[in-house]
């Protein structure tokens, strides 16, 4: 199994970024996926979720309003389009699949994630 993570890149504050992770390996269209991100000398934050059937998802409050999370189950993939990025955004940032269907509350916590992306960077300046 492979989850392959990209779209990072270096932009402006004030613009916009889209990031994609495609899985291989096996099919993860009834589990849920999520994006965390780790900026330098920080522990890794949860960012975003979507359930399973891609219904309500669920995002950190820095985030809402400026970030969308979805994903294609035909092409196994989840996104992250990611607008109005600020200097705090910067980080790399990484997909997970979980084998939990729906956000519950342990859906922020990296333990409750078995497969990991291998990271993409977004550096935002100021």
């Known amino acids: 199994v492979q989850l392959q993570a990209s779209g990072g890149g270096l932009v402006q504050a004030g613009g916009s970024l889209s990031l994609s992770c495609a899985a291989s390996g096996r099919t993860f269209s009834t589990y849920a996926k999520a994006w965390f991100r780790q900026a330098p000398g920080k522990e890794r934050e949860f960012v975003a979720a979507?359930?399973?059937?891609?219904?309500?998802?669920y995002y950190v409050n820095s985030v809402k309003g400026r970030f969308t999370i979805s994903r294609d189950s035909a092409k196994n993939t989840v996104y992250l389009q990611m607008a109005n990025l600020k200097p705090d955004d910067t980080a790399v940032y990484y997909c997970a699949i979980s084998p939990n269907r729906l956000i519950t509350s342990e859906t922020p916590f990296p333990s409750n994630y078995h497969y990991w992306g291998q990271g993409t960077l977004v550096t935002v300046s100021s």
């Open positions: 979507i359930p399973w059937s891609g219904g309500r998802v």
